[in-house]
T-cell receptor, first 112, second 112 residues
């Protein structure tokens, strides 16, 4: 069974731009969650989607948004990028929240 | 609210040494507890889990026992290998809380 895939693996953007990250879950998994990982804050939960609906949300500003498509693929968008948004963004899928999460390799975003 | 506290790293050990990484938690209900491992350049992988008090999770020589009386879930391995070098995350989830909360991670270095 193919694992969770994330694209792109690396991104470089400048302040003020916006970015869209993509996540394809394991086949059959309907829950997709997103995390931000930084050296200072560790792993922080962004949001979770199930059957195209956002069910859970962490404490991030509205610049961070996401969506899920009918095939369970998910996208995360960050608008008006700030330097502090530089991080590894991890996507995880599971059969249902909050059971075992299967993580993708992450997208490393650098904001200059 | 719920929280997870794990020992700060980095932890440096010689090959074949005994490993303990401490993890304590605060939860209002009856959480499930997890240890995840992140190898360099990769996403997180579930290492082991325990869903109720006194359960012992084990995998790849690692063990952790869910201790409700001490609210702990310490990770142990009797003889570490260089290939165990990674970052280890303790985490908890509660169904009613709809969140997974991660500790800040402990970096482990194993010297040959």
């Amino acid at each position: 069974k193919a694992g969770v895939t994330q694209t792109p693996r690396y991104l470089i953007k400048t302040r003020g731009q916006q970015v869209t990250l993509s996540c394809s879950p394991i086949s059959g998994h309907r829950s997709v969650s997103w995390y931000q990982q930084t050296p200072g804050q560790g792993l922080q939960f962004l949001f979770e989607y199930f059957s195209e609906t956002q069910r859970n949300k962490g404490n991030f500003p509205g610049r961070f948004s996401g969506r899920q498509f009918s095939n369970s693929r998910s996208e995360m968008n960050v608008s008006t990028l700030e330097l502090g948004d530089s991080a590894l963004y991890l996507c995880a899928s599971s059969l249902d929240w909050p059971n075992e999460q299967f993580f993708g390799p992450g997208t490393r975003l650098t904001v200059l | 609210g719920n929280s997870v506290t794990q020992m700060e790293g980095p932890v440096t050990l010689s090959e074949e040494a005994f490993l303990t990484i401490n993890c304590t938690y605060t939860a209002t209900g009856y959480p499930s507890l997890f240890w995840y491992v992140q190898y360099p350049g990769e996403g997180l992988q579930l290492l082991l889990k325990a869903t109720k008090a006194d359960d012992k999770g084990s995998n790849k020589g690692f063990e952790a026992t869910y201790r409700k009386e001490t609210t702990s879930f310490h990770l142990e391995k009797g003889s570490v290998q260089v290939s165990d070098s990674a970052v280890y995350f303790c985490a908890l989830s509660e169904i009613r809380d709809d969140k997974i909360i991660f500790g800040k991670g402990t970096r482990l270095h194993i010297l040959p």
